[in-house]
């Protein structure tokens, strides 16, 4: 079993930097990739980014490249999401989850772990 708990969200004001968290416990993550998506109200949940824990590989969605970093930390097994220069269009419930696949990372099916979510508000 494996837990995700995601922290850091916040109202911000548009050019604003915020910066998540994803605390992740209950199992080795060695062969993991763990993603960050996001759901605005009324749509779909969407990849924002990924990092696959053993070989530090990351991915982005085009609309976020150059704006958001994701990264980890080994020994607090945290992944984190820095989003500089937010617009309000990033207004989302933000989610980390897990998935033991390295390929196709921004697809949501194969996440089989989710966290509860934290709710990112940009105004403008």
């Known amino acids: 079993q494996v837990q995700l708990v995601e922290s850091g969200g916040g109202v911000v004001q548009a050019g604003d930097s915020l910066r998540l968290s994803c605390a992740a416990s209950?199992?080795?993550?060695?062969?993991?990739?763990m993603g960050w998506f996001r759901q605005a109200t009324g749509k779909e949940r969407e990849f924002v980014a990924a990092i696959t824990w053993i070989t530090d590989r990351t991915n982005y969605a085009d609309s976020v490249k150059g704006r958001f970093t994701i990264s980890r930390d080994n020994a607090k097994i945290t992944v984190y999401l820095q989003m500089n220069s937010l617009k309000p269009e990033d207004t989302a419930v933000y989610f980390c989850?897990?998935?033991?696949?390295?390929?196709?990372?921004?697809?949501?099916?194969?996440?089989?772990?989710w966290g509860q979510g934290t709710q990112v508000t940009v105004s403008s």
């Open positions: 209950g199992r080795t993550f060695s062969g993991y990739t």
């Open positions: 989850g897990s998935t033991q696949f390295g390929e196709k990372v921004e697809l949501t099916s194969l996440y089989n772990y």
